[in-house]
């Protein structure tokens, strides 16, 4: 096969959530309505989604979820036209990574303010990607933003998949949305890189203990459903036995190999992306045990 076509192929399969391959192909863009709620929406653009919230004086948006898709931002914009002719008078980002967050700038075309915790915008300097501008307004701890009669809650809990990621909560509606610590009903994979181990687990136990019932991801959970108290349980569970499973291999010196490539936590085998994510799991654990970070 011709080189192109093959790379061409590795990235149409690299896209694909490992739950969906084989199932029919669906469309690229989707708006949907989180069940329960007549207000609230899930954008998705292939293999990520954010929420936005529809009010009376206007809309609130979260991020743009357009890395690698230069129209994507506009095409999100295009897409909340088609529910309301409200203003777009918010975009939040849910933390600093391009995959979620590229594409700012059609929402600051269109008016919204930016809002993001503030080392968001620490990064971004950094990055000067045009197509991703810096927020408008930042906060460290806590922010709530209120538009039509509805809140919307932002929450920094700490260190976790990232140094900036926000909790979102809906309190009237009972919605979360938190992008890449959670994922709902499978295993975590590349985005281990630079994960915060301890404090994540802090941070997960002080979103149980939150009020909602409904979770939004990041990425489109397994069947495309909702995460559950129960979900985010599980992934703690999964977390701290990974850890478990890690320490005394990494005391004996075990670290980064034979673990990453030996070490099997079969509790899990059947979770979607047991087999191309536990390796990376298992290195970030190696790096706390083994190597004290
Ligand atoms: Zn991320």
């Known amino acids: 096969m011709h080189r192109t076509v093959l790379i061409a192929l590795f990235c149409v399969l690299a896209a694909v959530p490992a739950w969906s391959q084989g199932q029919p192909a669906r469309p690229q863009i989707a708006t949907t309505k989180v069940p329960g709620t007549n207000n609230v929406y899930i954008f998705r653009n292939g293999n990520n989604q954010s929420i936005f919230v529809v009010t009376n004086e206007g809309v609130i948006a979260t991020d743009p979820v357009a890395y690698g898709r230069p129209q994507g931002g506009a095409a999100y914009v295009e897409e909340i036209k088609k529910v309301t002719d409200k203003p777009i008078k918010y975009l939040v980002y849910s933390h600093h990574h391009f995959d979620h967050i590229t594409g700012g700038k059609a929402f600051k075309d269109a008016g919204a303010k930016i809002v993001a915790h503030k080392r968001v915008n620490e990064r971004l300097a950094v990055q000067n990607d045009p197509a991703t501008p810096p927020a408008d307004e930042t906060f460290d701890k806590k922010r709530t933003i209120t538009l039509g009669g509805t809140a919307l809650e932002l929450t920094f ?103 990453e490539k030996e070490l099997r936590l079969p509790k899990y085998e059947k979770w979607p992306g047991y087999e191309a994510g536990l390796p990376f799991m298992l290195r970030r654990y190696c790096g706390l045990w083994g190597r004290g970070t």
């Open 157 to 259: 809990v700490g260190l976790n998949h990232s140094d900036s990621t926000l909790v979102m909560r809906l309190p009237k509606e009972k919605v979360l949305f938190v992008v890449d610590l959670l994922p709902v009903g499978q295993i975590p994979g590349r985005g281990m890189i630079d994960f915060y181990p301890l404090e994540a687990e802090s941070s997960i136990k002080q979103i149980l203990a939150m009020d909602w019932e409904q979770l939004v991801p990041g990425h489109p959970g397994v069947g495309d459903r909702l995460g559950t108290k129960k979900d985010v349980q599980d992934q703690l569970t999964f977390l701290q036995d990974a850890s478990e499973a890690v320490k005394p291999l990494a005391r004996e010196g075990k670290c980064w190999e034979p673990v």
